[in-house]
């Protein structure tokens, strides 16, 4: 070893290299540094002499082979930070992107949010997953942690931050229970739209009409400008939809009837509900008035179970509800027993 004469401390280094590992003592510790052309510094402590020299040589055989692992940005960035990156740089571009803010808000104010991405461990994890399925179901808490995955995968692929793993890698999903689809049966639709002619949005009626008779989700309701109808032949251009591309599909002739009854609106709109939150506001009063307790989705349930009870064929329905996934299509019908039977009868 040679010594530094200019160091207050003492540097013992190795005369093989100026770039090996250099050791000095202070406090009664060892510290040991390791410096490299091209490569970050490299230094930590030791109660031991003998530890330090084993924790340099590890290191320096990994940077002699191009594997060493840098922790220092996933020790510095916290799992909130991360969380708020990813909300602003990839879910802004999603479809869901409200629905993905929304819960990374809540994830956010959690105090697991708080913590170094090197402190997110399988156990940390675990005890989230524990936590959550007290208050929420296991869809739900799955949909939580997924988010978490995502966005360090984002940090891992994207953003070139080093983590050894994903911890995911080491959480089994929680089992989610067996889909069970709604539909609106015929006495329940009757009292919805009876009920939805006193409601303010004079538009409520049109879009159960519109979910019922023709399989249109809310958001497309909510698109459709009056230039996209063609009233002589009973259709509508859906814009920008749920699958990412338009599609044009065909009107009731009670919808066609319901949208002339609306007013003209100056954006061109046809429904003038700009938010989904309005529509949900009056969509849950409705639910109060009638004491129907089921989601405007099962609309979309309703229409594909008639359609089939109808003679309809699996890629006439599809082409009108917008699924492309036959697995999906087969989760929104939903015929009774006792249509089968009659069916065998």
Known sequence: SRYHSRSISLFCVSEASIDM????????????????????????????????????????????????????????????????????????????????????????????????????????????????????????????????????????????????????????????????????????????????EFSKAKWLKLAIILGIDCGIRRGEILKIHRRDIDFNKLTVVLRDTKNGSSRKVGLSKRSIDEINKLPININGRLINCLRPDTFNFYWQQLKRWTGIRKRFHASRHTFATRASMNGWSISEISAQGGWKDLKVLKRYTHISAEYLAKKIN
């Open 21 to 196: 590992a250099g050791y000095r003592k202070r406090n009664g510790k060892w510290e040991v540094r390791i410096r490299r052309n091209n490569s970050k510094n490299l230094s930590k402590t030791f109660i031991n002499k003998e530890d330090a020299q084993r924790w340099a040589r590890e290191q320096e055989s990994k940077l002699d082979k191009g594997i060493f692992e840098d922790l220092t940005i996933a020790s510095k960035i916290t799992l909130k930070e991360l969380l708020l990156r990813y909300l602003n740089e990839v879910s802004i571009n999603k479809k869901g992107y409200e629905v993905e803010k929304y819960k990374i808000n809540k994830l956010c104010r959690h105090q697991v949010s708080g913590l170094k991405l090197i402190k997110i461990t399988p156990l940390v994890l675990r005890d989230l997953q524990n936590e959550l399925i007290e208050n929420y179901n296991a869809s739900t808490v799955n949909k939580y942690l997924t988010l978490i995955s995502i966005s360090i995968k984002f940090a891992r692929q994207i953003l070139g931050i080093y983590l050894p793993t994903n911890p995911f890698e080491f959480i089994k999903r929680l089992k989610e229970p067996e889909f069970i689809g709604e539909i609106i049966e015929r006495d329940e639709e009757k009292v919805l739209l009876e009920k939805a």
